[in-house]
Every structure is written in C-alpha cells, then in structure tokens.
C-alpha cells in the first residue's frame, strides 16, 4: 500500500508465488536431488565450455558464481552418502563433481560456506562416530581427484580462478573503492541508509528503480544490492525481514538438531551466499533457495503441528493466502483493454512504456503524469517525460526535479539544464548548476554503472568531463 513501485510489487508478488510452489516442491526428494545433478553437470559444462573458449567472467551474475553457490546444496548430502550409503563411489564422483564446480566458481561468495561446510561436515562426522583418519583419508582421496583433473586439464580452470581470486595483491585491490569488496561494502552502505530512512521498506521490488533517488555515492547505481538480507529491509521492510530470519532460522536449527543435517548444511550453504551476491534476485537461484528449504523441512521430523481442535484454524491461512495469490494470478494476466498500464498495472514501468507507443499525445501526458504520481522516487518516468517534452519551460522544470530528487544518479542532466539555461539567456543559474553539478561529479570521478566497467567512462561521463569545465569557464568570461 505504500510502495513507492506499486506495479514492480505486484510483479515480483507473482514471482515469490514460485518460490513458495517451489518450497512445495521441494518435498519430492528424488525431484530434488536429481534437479542438482542436471544443474551440477549443466553448471560443469557451461563453465568449462568457457574456460576452454578462453572466457572467464568471475563477477556477480555470471554463470561461475551461480554455478558455485547451487553446488553448495549437493556437497553435504554426498559427503554423507559417501560414508552411510550403498553406493560409495558414485557419491564420491559426486563430491568431486559438486567441489569442482565449487571452486571454478572463482567467488568468495562461495568459498567461505564452502569453507565452514567443510569444517561442520567434518565435525559432525566424527561426533557420529567416524574416526578422523577415515574422514581424512576421503576427503584427500577427493581432493587429490580434484587437483588430478585440473591438472588434466590445460588451461587449469580452479588455479586460474584460485590465483585471479585468492591473491593478496587481489585482496588488497578488491578493497579498495573500485574493487569487488569496496564496491559492494558502499552498496550495502547506501542499501542500509535506504532501511533506516523507510522502517516500513520502499516497497518489495523496488530496489532497482528507487536507489538513484537514495544515493550517497556519485554514480554507484546497480541493480541489486548484492545482500538479499538488507535489500529485503531496505524494500519489505524491517518486519519482512524478521520475519524472513525466523522461518530460515527455525527450520535450518531444527535440521540441523536431527538426522537431516546434511540437507540443513546445504541449504545454508545457498542461502549464505545470498549475503554477499547478486544471484539472490534471480528467479532460479531463489526457487532452488526455496525448494532446498522444502527438502529440509520434509526431513525434519518434528514439523509445526497445530492441536486437533484448532485444525480448521490451521489450515485457513495457509487457504486464504492461496486464494489470495490465486487472485492476483488472475487479476494481473487477465486480458485488459482500456488505461491497464495505470488501472491494472499500477504504473509498472514496461506496461507504461508499452502503453505510451499506442496513445495520443495529449493522453500520453496523462498517462506519465499518472506514473509520477505512483513512482514518485523513479528516475526512470522523468527520463521518460523528458524525451517526450518539447518546451524548453517545461525541459528545465522537469531537469530542476530531477537534479533535485535525484541528486547523485548522472551529471549529464546537470549540463542539460545549464544549456537549457544558456538557450533562455539565464548565464547566471547556468553557472550555478554547473558549479553544483562539477561539486558533485568532479572531473576526476569515474563512477560505477553497469556500463562502466573497470573504471572506463560512459560517453555521457566524457562528455560531462570534456563539455562541463569548458561551458564554465565560457560563462564566466561572457560575464
């Protein structure tokens, strides 16, 4: 209700309605399992495909880390096959496959629940009873087969990313502000700021199109958080995420407490590397999320029960929520013909954009107007306004609003409007802006977007360098 993204709410609504069907699914163990062994040979395939071809991409989002974080769930499970089940030798191909992929992941991410996977399993070996040389002597039968096979290999896969990622000198330069680690410590810094300012949240599914109005770094804009815990505060609010804690944190402690520890493990494992990656927004990687949860929870053997009497309590939320999503399934892809994108879509930003191509004009005003006032904290609808406005007025009220709301997303909107203001012969609020404007992106900043990359510059970032200081020192001398 108070979203600052209705449409982006209602979206991503329809998408956590497959994460819950897959928490569902989850209890079909074989299902289960044998989904991670198609993901744990695709996840092999894709990344040696790769390396083979010379193409290694160890950043967020990349086929390598969300390869790494999915085998995760697989290494308990065959750790304790290997030892408990019939078939020893096929759960240590098992292992070696899923820690492989592990380690080409190249991702930190990754190889810190790895690493405490490794010491729990181990521990909780051995207080089941297993001596330690017997651990030992397995875990270095699999790792010798692991280095054997990259050693195979020629182009050596794991010591490539172990000496890309595991370096010193890489340490250090990642902490740095323009590093992996540095980057992400400001995003979680601007993230946190988002939660604090909005106890409430912004509205679940609003991170992306809100952030450039919440800035506290020039330029840092990014899709995802790169934490799905604090996104979910800074978007669902504190509530959300308590809530969130608790249902992960029950039902991992009472795996844990049983026999189904290894299916707890690995699903820990997962769900850590949420803390520290982008894979958290993607619909695959969160339905597995959900769906190791469903595998737990089915081998926990003390679920939640409810009295006899109160059964028909009991089953009614789990009914009416159904109901619910079940609703809005079919309320949002109903067919719609008439003001769908504002009515029905709640100004979401492709059904608007779609919408815009079919109206008039004088009805496309309308229909912005109507967006602005549903996403209020959105770069994306003044850009949009922008484009379709004509009068040079109009042009700077609409850039005013902009560098007013959205203070440190680009500096070419700070050079738009001090040419506008040179066009209406307004020198002096030229100047004024471009002095804000080169305070906030000096002519050494480099910025960090999508399209920006190992700190080269946009073309709207060089072209703010070259045009700003020249317009400046322009104006001044006419003075």
């Not at 020893?88 to 690493?115: D, E, Q």
């Not at 850039?399 to 909107?413: D, G, K, M, W």
């Amino acid at each position: 209700m108070w979203s600052l993204t209705p449409g982006n709410t209602l979206a991503l609504g329809l998408w956590e309605l497959a994460y819950l069907a897959a928490f569902a699914a989850g209890g079909w163990l074989v299902g289960f399992v044998g989904l991670n062994i198609v993901l744990l040979g695709y996840g092999l395939l894709t990344t040696l495909t790769l390396a083979w071809a010379g193409l290694v991409m160890y950043f967020s989002g990349s086929s390598h880390y969300v390869a790494g974080a999915q085998a995760l769930v697989l290494i308990p499970l065959a750790m304790v096959w290997m030892f408990r089940s019939r078939w020893p030798l096929l759960s240590g191909i098992l292992l070696t496959g899923a820690l492989y992929l592990a380690l080409l992941s190249g991702a930190r991410a990754v190889y810190l629940p790895l690493t405490i996977i490794a010491l729990l399993m181990v521990w909780r070996l051995w207080r089941e009873g297993l001596a330690l040389w017997h651990i030992g002597l397995a875990l270095g039968v699999v790792v010798a087969a692991v280095m054997a096979i990259d050693a195979t290999l020629p182009f050596s896969p794991v010591q490539n990313a172990l000496g890309l990622k595991a370096s010193l000198t890489k340490q250090v330069q990642d902490v740095a502000a323009e590093g992996s680690i540095g980057s992400r410590l400001q995003m979680w810094e601007q993230t946190l700021h988002i939660a604090l300012q909005h106890p409430l949240g912004t509205g679940n599914g609003s991170f992306r199109d809100t952030l450039a109005a919440y800035l506290q770094y020039p330029g840092i804009l990014f899709s995802n958080a790169h934490n799905y815990y604090l996104e979910t505060a800074a978007t669902g609010g504190w509530l959300r995420l308590l809530l969130l804690l608790v249902i992960l944190g029950w039902l991992l402690w009472q795996g844990w407490s049983s026999s189904a520890w290894p299916w707890a493990l690995g699903a820990a494992g997962l769900w850590a590397t949420l803390a520290f990656d982008v894979t958290g927004m993607y619909p695959a990687v969160m339905m597995l999320a959900f769906a190791s949860l469903g595998a737990l929870h089915g081998q926990v053997k003390a679920p939640l029960a409810a009295p006899s009497s109160n059964k028909r309590v009991y089953w009614a939320v789990p009914v009416a929520g159904l109901v619910l999503a079940v609703g809005l399934a079919f309320w949002w892809y109903w067919p719609c013909e008439q003001n769908c994108a504002i009515s029905r879509y709640q100004g979401f930003r492709s059904a608007v954009l779609a919408e815009l191509e079919q109206v008039s004009a004088s009805k496309r005003e309308e229909l912005l107007r109507d967006a602005a006032r549903l996403n209020p904290k959105s770069l994306w609808v003044y850009r949009t306004q922008l484009e379709y406005t004509q009068a040079p007025e109009e042009k700077i009220k609409l850039l005013q609003h902009i560098v007013e709301v959205f203070p440190l997303a680009n500096p070419t909107f700070y050079l738009q409007l001090a040419e506008l203001a040179v066009q209406l012969n307004r020198p002096k609020e030229a100047i004024q802006v471009l002095e804000l404007g080169l305070s906030r992106f000096p002519i050494n900043f480099t910025g960090y977007q999508s399209g920006n990359f190992f700190g080269m510059l946009t073309p709207s970032y060089e072209s703010w360098r070259a045009r700003a200081p020249e317009l400046l020192e322009q104006l001044k001398k006419d003075k």
